[in-house]
């Protein structure tokens, strides 16, 4: 054979490339597109190859808990796309950081944690974790003083989502992993904003990603996914944990998020071209007094953003003039975009920080945080961007 003929074609191939060929699996049947294993169990062809199965000595399928053809091709397209060993799917987002937590922290352990992450995140962290002993110090996502001295002899893992919801703040990975790694602690970044299509925490110097796959790897709101995605012995302990704990992926989701994979590049390019489009014509709108968007280039984390990320993703955020009153005004006018707060889909969503997804701070928690009154966060679906700015438009008009 020639070395053409020897080579594995996705060993340095590129990430759209990966996005579509990895984790095929092909059944005696041919098929084209992964098929969905709709199986609970698996039967065994004698018993003493059952016993082998159960004691791990022969690989293979055993039980849907965790081990099943569709979930495992998800896993290995998304843990090719984040350039890691290995990923473990699970049922949710949360899922899969309650999974970390469980799989990797024990009674006396310590985390610091960005104050800038997903609300149910902190409420994980701080209203369960600590039922467990597991203390957490949160710190401001830009403060790498802040970091270093919430480090204490016990701290295993720090936890971050970039670009932070909803302000667009920038963390700088390769500095935050670097201190981590200084400390013996763990890098643990939430990439469900950017996607392994614009950032690669793992190259950075992270240890663990996990991501809510509802958002955009699915990119369409149809399914509940999670995963985490890291070091092959790091993975062995999080699987150890879904198997004996059961927060898994069903094959149906597992086959939606494999689709959605092979779309995502093209996507969260078109997502973040949108974005910026629009962050532009906001920024010129009078009744708007401040744009968050990292693609913009007087934001403060746009150098970092652009050297770490390879677009500025679909999510920004404004400053109406005014305050409460006046975002909602301008969210009940809209009549295109959709009033949730969901995000990572192809239609558009807008919402009020300050009343939903942060209402649970305390006003000066949210002051601190910087999430203001007149503040709207939108989330930029795959609609033309005219349309999406002539519903804006809409929004503007609504003011009084
Ligand atoms: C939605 C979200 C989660 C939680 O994911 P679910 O799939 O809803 O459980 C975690 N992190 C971020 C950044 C999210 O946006």
Redesign the pocket.
């Known amino acids: 054979m020639s070395d053409y003929e020897d080579a594995n074609p996705l060993a340095d191939a590129y990430l759209d490339t990966l996005a579509i060929r990895s984790g095929i699996n092909r059944t005696h049947e041919g098929e084209h597109s992964e098929p969905i294993f709709a199986t609970s169990s698996y039967v065994f062809s004698n018993a003493a190859e059952a016993a082998e199965r159960f004691s791990g000595e022969l690989s293979g399928n055993v039980y849907s808990r965790y081990t099943n053809p569709t979930v495992r091709a998800f896993e290995q397209r998304l843990a090719a796309l984040e350039g890691a060993e290995a990923a473990v799917a699970t049922a949710?987002?949360?899922?899969a950081?309650l999974s970390v937590c469980m799989a990797l922290f024990k009674s006396g352990d310590h985390v610091v944690c960005s104050r800038d992450?997903?609300g149910?995140?902190i409420s994980l962290f701080s209203k369960y974790l600590a039922k467990f002993g597991i203390e957490v110090t949160f710190v401001p996502l830009l403060n790498i003083e802040g970091w270093r001295n919430a480090v204490q002899p016990n701290t295993v893992m720090f936890f971050l989502?970039t670009p932070s919801?909803p302000l667009c703040e920038v963390a700088d990975l390769s500095a935050l992993s670097k201190l981590a790694r200084a400390n013996d602690c763990l890098l643990a970044v939430?990439n469900?904003?950017c996607t392994p299509a614009l950032q690669r925490p793992l190259a950075l110097g992270a240890d663990i990603v996990v991501h809510?796959?509802?958002?955009y790897l699915d990119g369409q709101g149809r399914c509940?996914?999670?995963a985490v995605v890291g070091g092959r012995q790091h993975m062995d302990e999080v699987l150890t944990f879904l198997r004996t704990a059961g927060p898994t992926m069903s094959p149906f989701n597992a086959w939606v998020f494999l689709k959605g994979l092979e779309t995502l590049r093209l996507r969260m390019e078109a997502h973040s071209r949108s974005a910026l489009v629009i962050a532009e014509w906001l920024q010129q709108q009078s009744a708007v007094e401040k744009v968050y968007y990292a693609g913009l280039e007087d934001h403060p984390g746009h150098a970092l953003a652009a050297r770490q990320q390879s677009a500025f993703g679909g999510v920004l955020s404004f400053l109406v003039k005014g305050g409460r009153e006046e975002a909602w005004q301008f969210t009940d006018a809209t009549r295109l975009m959709s009033l949730t707060a969901n995000?990572g889909d192809a239609k558009t969503t807008i919402v009020h920080p300050a009343t939903t997804t942060h209402a649970r701070l305390t006003p000066q928690q949210r002051a601190e945080a910087g999430i203001k009154e007149g503040l709207i966060r939108i989330a930029v679906g795959l609609e033309h961007v005219e349309d999406l700015i002539a519903d804006l438009q809409r929004g503007l008009a609504g003011i009084r």
């Open positions: 949710s987002g949360m899922a950081i992450v997903f149910t995140t989502e919801n939430d469900c904003f809510s796959a509802t958002k509940m996914g999670g995000l």
